[in-house]
């Protein structure tokens, strides 16, 4: 008897635990290919030497696969991301890079980032094609530092259309460079959140802040979808 309540116990142990790991998205699962409730930031590097040099993660590295190009297929894209900024102290701080704007490198896959010089608060790369938030002034961005933002971007590049939220609302004086059509997402990059992939323009920097729950689609998202994940996930 006793045995066989401290396998239900392990049991349930097990279920409440593969429970917490696998949790449910926001909105429908279809398409989406990474969450990460947690970014950098968050993960401590302990120093074992007792000295007490512990470091923190500043940007993770995934490794290529077939679902972080399937976008390729479907010709669709959507990426969302919570991000709290200290300082957008460089031109190109790095949210999401997977690829590189310019040759040599991969010349294409997918860039976010934010943007200190200009008019152009949020950026989205890929290739020789580029999107922003045009007339934005720091008014989406960088007058809000210290604060936590959701920003997305959803591109079809079939439809040739892209779309940028900021707070699951749509901004929507977006400019454009070169045609979403040739846009080629199939590049074997690895994925760099937080940092900018090593073979990307020299501009890009890495992100100053916090990042959770970053979320990549290979479908586009509707604004009501984005809404529901701005409701349903913000940070303490």
Same mark, same amino acid.
């Given at each position: 008897?006793?045995?066989?309540?401290?396998?239900?116990?392990?049991?349930?142990?097990?279920?409440?635990?593969?429970?917490?790991?696998?949790?449910?998205?926001?909105?429908?699962?279809?398409?989406?290919?990474?969450?990460?409730?947690?970014?950098?930031?968050?993960?401590?590097?302990?120093?074992?030497?007792?000295?007490?040099?512990?470091?923190?993660?500043?940007?993770?590295?995934?490794?290529?696969?077939?679902?972080?190009?399937?976008?390729?297929?479907?010709?669709?894209?959507?990426?969302?991301?919570?991000?709290?900024?200290?300082?957008?102290?460089?031109?190109?701080?790095?949210?999401?890079?997977?690829?590189?704007?310019?040759?040599?490198?991969?010349?294409?896959?997918?860039?976010?980032?934010?943007?200190?010089?200009?008019?152009?608060? &949020?950026? !989205? %790369?890929?290739? *020789?094609?580029?999107?922003?938030?045009?007339?934005?002034? #720091? /008014? $989406?961005?960088?007058?809000?530092?210290?604060?936590?933002?959701?920003?997305?971007?959803?591109?079809?590049?079939?439809?040739?259309? &892209?779309? !940028? %939220?900021?707070? *699951?609302?749509?901004?929507?004086?977006?400019?454009?460079? #070169? /045609? $979403?059509?040739?846009?080629?997402?199939?590049?074997?990059?690895?994925?760099?959140?937080?940092?900018?992939?090593?073979?990307?323009?020299?501009?890009?920097?890495?992100?100053?802040?916090?990042?959770?729950?970053?979320?990549?689609?290979?479908?586009?998202?509707?604004?009501?979808?984005?809404?529901?994940?701005?409701?349903?996930?913000?940070?303490?």
């Amino acid at each position: 008897m006793l045995t066989t309540y401290k396998q239900n116990l392990i049991a349930l142990s097990v279920f409440f635990a593969v429970s917490a790991a696998i949790a449910k998205p926001p909105v429908s699962s279809d398409g989406l290919v990474l969450w990460l409730r947690n970014g950098p930031n968050v993960y401590k590097v302990k120093d074992s030497s007792g000295q007490k040099n512990n470091g923190i993660a500043t940007s993770i590295v995934i490794s290529n696969s077939p679902s972080l190009v399937s976008m390729q297929g479907t010709r669709q894209l959507t990426l969302a991301v919570w991000i709290k900024p200290n300082s957008v102290n460089y031109e190109f701080p790095v949210l999401i890079s997977k690829g590189g704007y310019n040759t040599p490198g991969a010349n294409g896959g997918y860039e976010f980032t934010l943007n200190s010089n200009g008019d152009n608060d &949020i950026m !989205f %790369f890929s290739g *020789g094609y580029y999107a922003y938030t045009r007339q934005a002034n #720091g /008014s $989406l961005i960088n007058h809000h530092l210290g604060e936590w933002i959701h920003v997305a971007v959803v591109a079809d590049a079939s439809a040739q259309t &892209i779309q !940028f %939220f900021v707070n *699951g609302q749509l901004y929507t004086n977006t400019g454009t460079y #070169g /045609s $979403l059509t040739d846009v080629n997402f199939n590049v074997s990059n690895n994925l760099y959140v937080g940092a900018g992939d090593p073979v990307a323009d020299s501009s890009r920097t890495s992100f100053d802040g916090n990042i959770r729950q970053v979320m990549i689609f290979n479908r586009t998202l509707s604004a009501d979808e984005i809404q529901k994940i701005v409701t349903s996930t913000k940070p303490k």
